[in-house]
């Protein structure tokens, strides 16, 4: 079964600092790419940041310089390090797996971000 488990989600005040975190189970880690997502009310949900299994990485233009995506893979966790937050940050960010082999999408069930002006 497999499980994506978001947390550090908080309400901060704008400029502040929040690390979420990710943790998987239920498929082989190291060999898939993770992603942030996240979706505001009445907005479509969107990239944050994304990191493949070899550790690239790719972000949003609205979160470059401020967000940093990282994983551990003896942890199976992915993390996203988010400094500088804006009132425009504000959403529940989802963790997602992919697996180009398989092929499988895996999406966590999301956790509230909350920045206050």
């Known amino acids: 079964q497999v499980q994506l488990v978001e947390s550090g989600g908080d309400l901060v005040q704008a400029g502040g600092s929040l690390r979420l975190s990710c943790a998987a189970s239920g498929i082989l880690f190291s060999r898939n790419a993770m992603g942030w997502y996240r979706q505001a009310p009445g907005n479509q949900r969107e990239l944050v940041a994304r990191i493949t299994n070899d550790g690239s990485t790719n972000y949003a233009d609205s979160v470059k310089g401020r967000f940093t995506i990282s994983r551990d893979n003896a942890k199976n966790t992915v993390y996203l390090q988010m400094n500088s937050l804006k009132p425009e940050d504000t959403a529940v960010y989802y963790c997602?797996?992919?697996?180009?082999?398989?092929?499988?999408?895996?999406w966590g069930q999301g956790t509230q971000v909350t920045v206050s002006s």
């Open positions: 997602k797996t992919t697996n180009y082999v398989g092929p499988y999408v895996y």
